[in-house]
Each structure stands twice: as structure tokens, then as C-alpha cells.
């Protein structure tokens, strides 16, 4: 199995970025593993994401951002074809109310067996849980993009999103949870082995009430 993993470069001030640091971390067993650090810049991440998406065929694509404040885990289940940044992007940009794809659906549902894979990192006692959104930043934008391409472009590709929250580092003194970087490269590496085996997810529930 031929994999791809992206993260993302530090943003919003932070010296570094989890998604990328636990990225670098993962040690593949079994499949060929990519890795592809992302900018945080509207636009210019998707580009970056299309040329990887056309220089190889992967079989699996899993993209993976920082959620500060999140105390687990959180792969996400749904992307929106929204833009709308609280905070500008690493390139000064903050659009607001604008699409990811112009003309693109209102939204994807994500390709990995997002319950499947909360039930395996919380069977290895990782926090995990399934997200019903990734925000209007960048991550966001990155989720709805490599959807749309999967959808457009590379119907063959099986592709998702996945939050992961602050390391310890960047927790420290705010009061917010962290999760060492080693344990979030374990737990994507379980989100990897649980997307090549399992066909059809979970019938469980993950819903909210709000």
C-alpha cells in the first residue's frame, strides 16, 4: 500500500506544529510511506496537495492538523466548501465567507472509517473521538480540497482528515490538554493500519447533541 501523510508548518504564532512533528514521527510497517509538510496558506496548500496527488499513485491519504484545545484524537468526518478565517493565514490572507471550490458541493464525507479508528486508538488507551467539524481555517480548507480531488480528479484514492491536539510543549501554562508527540505518531499509525483493513465502519454511534 502506497501512503501519503501530510502536516502542517507552525501557525497563529506557535514555534511548532504537531500534525507535522508526529508526521515526521510515524515509522511505517507494511506500506510506503510520503510525507509532505503543508503551508498554512489558503490556496497554496491544495496546490501543493494536487501535485503530490498527480505525482504518484497513493492508495491511501491522510492529512493532519493541530486543534488546540482538543484533548484526543479527533478524526473528522465532514469537510465544508467554506473559508472563513478568524485569524490570516502564514501568508496574511483571511478570507471570510468565501468557498473552498467555487461551484463545489456543500460539503464530502471523509473516506476513513473514522470509528473504526477512534476504536482502535481508544483499544491502545489513546483519547480519541470522531469530529463533526474541522473549522473554516486551513485545515478545513486542505480537508475539502483533498475530497474534492479524490471526488474530481482520483476516484481510486481512499482520503480523510484528522486533528490532533497541542503537544505538551505548547500546552504548558495554559491550561489546554496536550498529547505527546510519540503517542499522536502511534496513533496515526493505527489510523493507517485500521483505513487499509477495514472496508465498511463501524455501526456505532458518534453522534452529538449539539
Same mark, same amino acid.
Request: include cysteine; hydrophobic fraction near 40%; proline fraction near 14%.
Given at each position: 500500500m502506497d501512503v501519503l501523510?501530510?502536516? &502542517?508548518e507552525p501557525f497563529d504564532? %506557535?514555534?511548532v506544529n504537531p500534525s507535522w512533528d508526529a508526521v515526521d514521527a510515524v515509522r511505517p510497517d507494511g506500506y510506503e510511506l510520503t510525507r509532505l /509538510?503543508?503551508?498554512?496558506? &489558503? !490556496? *497554496?496548500?491544495? =496546490? @501543493?496537495l494536487r *501535485?503530490? @496527488?498527480?505525482? /504518484? #499513485?497513493?492508495d491511501l491519504v491522510v492529512c493532519v492538523g493541530q486543534a488546540g484545545g482538543r484533548a484526543g484524537v479527533t478524526p473528522e468526518r465532514v469537510a465544508v466548501n467554506l473559508d472563513d478565517a478568524r485569524i490570516? *493565514?502564514?501568508?496574511?490572507?483571511q478570507p $471570510? *465567507? $468565501?468557498?473552498? $471550490? #467555487?461551484? !463545489?458541493?456543500a460539503a464530502y464525507f471523509t473516506g476513513l472509517p473514522v470509528k473504526a479508528c477512534v476504536a482502535a486508538l481508544e483499544a491502545e488507551g489513546i483519547p480519541a473521538s470522531v469530529s463533526h467539524t474541522a473549522g473554516t481555517f486551513v485545515c478545513n480548507h486542505v480537508f475539502y480540497g483533498l475530497m474534492h480531488l479524490v471526488a474530481t480528479e482520483h476516484p481510486g484514492v481512499r482520503g480523510g482528515f484528522v486533528h490532533v491536539p497541542f503537544?505538551? %510543549?505548547q500546552a504548558e501554562g495554559r491550561g489546554l490538554p496536550g498529547l505527546p508527540v510519540a503517542t499522536t505518531a502511534r496513533a496515526l499509525e493505527l489510523i493507517v493500519r485500521t483505513a487499509s483493513t477495514t472496508a465498511v465502519d463501524l455501526r456505532?454511534? =458518534?453522534g452529538t447533541l449539539h
Open positions: 501523510l501530510t502536516g &502542517f504564532g %506557535e514555534g /509538510r503543508l503551508p498554512c496558506v &489558503f !490556496g *497554496d496548500s491544495i =496546490a @501543493l *501535485d503530490a @496527488l498527480a505525482a /504518484r #499513485p497513493y490570516p *493565514d502564514n501568508a496574511g490572507a $471570510v *465567507d $468565501v468557498p473552498v $471550490v #467555487p461551484g !463545489g458541493p503537544s505538551p %510543549e456505532t454511534t =458518534a
